[in-house]
C-alpha cells in the first residue's frame, strides 16, 4: 500500500542547531512532494513542495528540502531553527494527475529550547 | 487569500448522534477533503471530492457519508456517531492539479461522549 513514513515523532533542539527531519514515500510513480507546517493552534500551511525540476526546493523561513528519487526520500532541512519554529511538521505525497488525493506522513513535533 | 471555513471549533456530540460538519471554501476550488488528525497517526483522508455531486472514499471512510451539493460547500456526516470518532477533522480545499497547495479549515474538534 501507499504510504508516507516519518522516521521521526519528536525532535527537540536548542536554537541555532541545524535540523533534519526526514520522509520517505512507497509510491511508484511520479509524485508530488509537500512539507506543511502547524505552528500551535493554526492551521496548516505550505512550507515548500516539489513537483519538477530542480530536486533542491527553497520554502518560506528559510527552509529547503531535497527530494531523492533514488532513495523515495524529501527530507526537510534547516541550518539554523529558531525558538519560533517549534511547530509540528507533517510530510505529504500524491500522484501525479489532476483529481488525485494526498497522503501524510505521520507528523514531528520539532520542540526548539531557546 | 483563500479561505476555508469550517462551522465550529468545538463540538461535544453523544453516542449515536447524528453530527454533520460543514466546510466552505470561498475560492472557487473544484478539489476539497476531509481528514481526521489523531496524535501519532497524522492526517488520515476519510473522503475527497473533485466536482459537484462526486465523492471517492479515502483511507477510512467507515462511519462516515459526505455531501457536496454546491462547489463551495462539502460537508462530512457522521451517521451514528461512536466514542472513537473523537477527533480532530480538518476540511481542506484545492485547485485543479495535485501539485497545487491543499488550504486547509481551522479544525474542528469533536467529542463524542
Known amino acids: 500500500a501507499q504510504s508516507v513514513s516519518q522516521h521521526n515523532h519528536h525532535v527537540i533542539l536548542s536554537e541555532a542547531a541545524s535540523l533534519e527531519l526526514g520522509c520517505n514515500y512507497s509510491?511508484?510513480?511520479?509524485?508530488?512532494l509537500f512539507w506543511y507546517v502547524q505552528y500551535p493552534g493554526q492551521h496548516l500551511q505550505l512550507l515548500l513542495k516539489?513537483?519538477?525540476?530542480?530536486?533542491l526546493v527553497k520554502g518560506i523561513k528559510g527552509f529547503e528540502a531535497e527530494f531523492i528519487k533514488s532513495k523515495f526520500s524529501f527530507n526537510l532541512r534547516k541550518p539554523s531553527v529558531q525558538w519560533s519554529d517549534t511547530a509540528e511538521y507533517f510530510c505529504?505525497?500524491?500522484?501525479?494527475?489532476?483529481?488525485?488525493?494526498?497522503?501524510f506522513g505521520a507528523g514531528t513535533r520539532l520542540t526548539v529550547k531557546p | 487569500d483563500v479561505k476555508v471555513t469550517q462551522s465550529s471549533r468545538y463540538l461535544v456530540k453523544r453516542t449515536g448522534e447524528k453530527v454533520f460538519l460543514e466546510c466552505v471554501q470561498d475560492?472557487?476550488?473544484?478539489?476539497m477533503f476531509w481528514y481526521r488528525q489523531d496524535p501519532g497517526l497524522g492526517l488520515r483522508l476519510i473522503y475527497f471530492?473533485?466536482?459537484?455531486?462526486?465523492?471517492e472514499k479515502g483511507d477510512i471512510p467507515e462511519g462516515y457519508s459526505v455531501s457536496r451539493e454546491k462547489k463551495e460547500r462539502f460537508s462530512l456526516i457522521l451517521e451514528s456517531a461512536s466514542t472513537n470518532q473523537t477527533s480532530m477533522y480538518l476540511c481542506?480545499?484545492?485547485?485543479?492539479?495535485?501539485?497545487?497547495?491543499?488550504?486547509f479549515g481551522p479544525g474542528t474538534r469533536l467529542t463524542v461522549l
Open positions: 509510491y511508484g510513480g511520479t509524485v508530488n
Open positions: 475560492m472557487d476550488h473544484e478539489n
Open positions: 481542506a480545499s484545492r485547485s485543479g492539479y495535485s501539485y497545487n497547495e491543499q488550504f
Open positions: 471530492s473533485y466536482d459537484v455531486k462526486m465523492k
Open positions: 516539489y513537483f519538477s525540476g530542480d530536486p
Open positions: 505529504a505525497v500524491n500522484e501525479v494527475g489532476i483529481n488525485n488525493d494526498m497522503r
